[in-house]
């Protein structure tokens, strides 16, 4: 088979950016809080009508469809050249509590869209190219981020905390997945592992979540790495008691040492003297939550992150230290502090930058090289497979909150980028 030269691929690149958007949109519907928030929660109603949709989508751009135990969903154009490892795309469809549109999804629609542009081209795929949505990218529900493509890159730790992981209902994984349609008959999730060079690469489209593209007007960002995350669950106990009868010398105020706490967390990470070191409390939580009532309970989950890895170390080692000379100093109990993922960063690979650098030269599109500070499936998918990343401007780089918006113009350069990328990877 003659291969058609790259140009001519680029000059025959359609994209339908006004479908794109409509389909954006429609999935934005499949949500659990009122537009134009989107909360799209692992294995919940909104989530299997929102999985529907896209397969559906796969199906009718030609891809055969298969799904393994925890719902990862692939979806395979065959390449001419049997055997060959293929090239992976693809995002996540599940969105945080009031988020928005585009995070994730751009990814997997704009995945779909760029293959019906390359099936529009004429183009003949010689490696297969397969899109994958991932389960779970978000860590609402179980707790656990990138779930999906940490399993599938052969995490057997978490297979195994899997069968007995429950979520904040009591509800277990495995129940959860089997409401959905999976992890039919079996407990063991090996089987989702994927094999190392299972992929050739892997490339994820992805909206930029921070404010640097639309700041220098570039159209198009290509990751070179991926900061590290952590994530940290801490509980304090204390007798609780009458708001008005307990005397203030008297008690251990279990809300006092999360506060406590959560103010801790900021100091360590500002210690760290790098801008690139965050640190957030997402969620604090108080028992029994009543006006005139000493919390008795507190929990906290806590998100720190650094491009190096550590330097982050280092914040968690001390975030520990004040967890337990804060309960020792209100008398109370630090029953639980729980490191949930301590992850190394990632870089991508020079096969996949170089691809997206040439593909972006030959459409004409400004791009610039940056790091990705949120983290991805790709950060998972870097244990099996070369990867990188495509970032498009977003507005004022809002992510994780209803203004996400990125615009249609920018989705067409990025699903335009894509496409061009997988085309060459494809053919090497
Ligand atoms: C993923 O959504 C992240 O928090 O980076
Ligand atoms: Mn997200
Ligand atoms: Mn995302
Ligand atoms: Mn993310």
Redesign the pocket.
């Known amino acids: 088979i003659d291969e058609p030269p790259h140009s001519f691929i680029s000059n025959s690149l359609s994209v339908d950016a006004q479908t794109l958007q409509k389909q954006i949109d429609e999935l934005s519907t499949f949500s659990d809080t009122p537009a134009p928030s989107v909360t799209r929660i692992l294995y919940s109603d909104k989530d299997v009508l929102a999985r529907r949709y896209i397969k559906n989508l796969m199906g009718l751009a030609g891809l055969s469809v298969r799904e393994d135990a925890v719902g990862n969903i692939f979806g395979r154009w065959e390449g001419y050249e049997l055997g060959l490892p293929a090239v992976a795309t693809g995002s996540h469809i599940d969105a ?1 509590p009031y988020s928005g549109k585009y ?1 994730g999804v751009v990814g997997v629609l704009g995945a779909i869209e760029a293959i019906n542009a390359l099936q529009r081209s004429g183009f003949k795929p010689k490696r297969s190219l397969e899109i994958i949505s991932f389960t779970s ?2 860590p609402t529900r179980f707790g656990i ?1 990138c779930l999906g493509s940490r399993l599938l890159a052969g995490g057997e730790a978490l297979a195994k905390a899997l069968k007995t992981t429950v979520d904040g209902q009591n509800i277990s994984f495995l129940d959860a997945a089997r409401f959905a349609g999976y992890a039919k008959d079996q407990d063991d999730l090996s089987s989702v592992f994927l094999k190392k060079d299972h992929y050739f690469g892997f490339v994820e489209l992805h909206i930029e ?1 921070g404010p640097i593209l639309e700041e220098e007007g570039v159209s198009i960002g290509i990751v070179t790495a991926i900061a590290a ?1 952590a994530s940290i669950k801490v509980d304090f106990e204390g007798n609780g008691g009458h708001a008005g009868a307990v005397l203030m010398p008297h008690r251990n105020d279990a809300g006092l040492a999360a506060a406590e706490l959560a103010l801790a967390v900021e100091k360590h990470v500002l210690e760290s003297g790098s801008i690139d070191t965050v640190g957030t409390v997402g969620i604090l939580e108080l028992h029994p939550g009543a006006i005139n009532s000493i919390p008795s309970k507190s929990h906290l989950e806590i ?1 720190t992150r650094d491009t190096d890895e550590k330097r982050r170390n280092v914040v968690i080692e001390k975030i520990h230290e004040s967890a337990i000379a804060i309960a020792r100093k209100r008398k109370a109990i630090l029953s639980e502090f729980k490191i949930i993922n301590q992850d190394p960063p990632a870089l991508s690979g020079k096969s996949i930058i170089e691809a997206i650098e040439a593909a972006s030269k030959e459409l004409n599109l400004t791009h610039k090289f940056m790091i990705s500070r ?3 499936d790709s950060l998972f998918m870097a244990r099996i497979s070369p990867m990188g990343m495509i970032f498009i401007p977003c507005y004022k780089g809002y992510s ?1 909150r209803p203004e996400e918006y990125a615009s249609t113009q920018d989705m067409a350069n990025g699903v335009k980028v894509l496409a061009l990328t997988l085309a060459k990877l494809s053919l090497q």
């Open positions: 945080i995070d990218e978000e981020s979540q995350p998100d949120a983290y991805h994780h």
